[in-house]
């Protein structure tokens, strides 16, 4: 099931869901990897659709340079994947910064991108963003004695605390490297985080709003992103932001927050949603 290509001068891991039908491209989250969306896979998403999920650079097992993590380096990547693989007429469907790739990748290449499917992310990175992504990046980068204080650290993670669904364990042991000792860290790479982020803010998000002329579909996760009563990562005016401003926009509530989103009853929801807006 694992599968690897030189693109981009780069060695990218993918895995393909060969379900026939629409092709749709499975893109991640900035400190996560292809296994975020075992939830979907497991809800069916594969069935009569053709997905292909990637490893951006620096994160899984897709390479890690020290440099080259712009939005114009991860978007060409994923357009030697689709060259490379011979894919047509493809559905671009993104989680969090994998959804601002989407967005841009679709902006510039209309030729290729027939559709666009966002997981809760504006089109566009506020100041904030720092502050609401810092529990998730914090542990980039760090050595923890063994898997257990690992994961007990993860789980602690104020947006998934009080919450813990088996499946979502499979998106941590991708991202943890284990050494003889038993000791662990993180497959993603810090400087690649790190640099993704600060390069990111260089985009006129704006103009690649404007520029999309394929169908959207916006799933915005409903729950608070973090502890009891904070907002959810995408409050639904920011969503409704994006849904507006382009030509052919739906919006879809999808229950738990940014991350649980992606399991359980917000797994079923986005899965239907999905295959109502590409194959119905």
């Keep these: 099931m694992d599968k690897y290509l030189e693109v981009n001068g780069i060695t990218v891991h993918y895995k393909n869901f060969s379900g026939g039908g629409k092709t749709l491209l499975l893109v991640h989250g900035l400190t996560q990897n292809i296994a975020s969306f075992d939830g979907l896979i497991d809800e069916g998403l594969a069935i009569d659709i053709n997905v292909v999920m990637p490893d951006l650079r620096g994160r899984g097992l897709s390479e890690k340079p020290e440099t080259g993590y712009s939005v114009e380096d991860h978007s060409n990547d994923l357009l030697e994947l689709i060259k490379a693989l011979d894919l047509k007429d493809v559905a671009l469907a993104g989680h969090s910064y994998g959804a601002l790739l989407c967005y841009y990748l679709a902006a510039k290449n209309p030729e290729t991108i027939t559709s666009l499917i966002s997981l809760d992310t504006p089109c566009g ?52 490297e284990i050494f003889s000792d038993g000791s ?5 790479s810090a400087i690649a985080i790190a640099e993704t982020v600060d390069k990111a803010f260089l985009i006129d998000w704006n103009h690649v709003l404007k520029s999309i002329d394929q169908p959207l579909l916006m799933l915005n996760a409903t729950g608070p992103f973090g502890g009891a009563g904070a907002p959810p990562m995408l409050p639904k005016d920011s969503a409704m932001a994006v849904v507006n401003g382009v030509k052919n926009g739906v919006y879809v509530d999808i229950p738990g927050n940014h991350i649980t989103m992606l399991y359980g009853s917000g797994a079923t929801k986005i899965v239907s949603s999905i295959k109502h807006f590409l194959c119905d």
């Design 184 to 188: 662990v860290t993180t497959r993603s």
């Design 125 to 176: 990175l506020h100041p904030e963003i720092r502050k609401q992504i810092q529990a998730g990046v914090s542990r980039i980068g760090k050595k923890y004695p063994s898997w257990e204080e690992f994961i007990n650290g993860v789980k602690q993670m104020p947006h998934l605390t009080g919450w813990w669904n088996p499946r979502i364990e499979s998106l941590y042991r991708a991202d943890a």
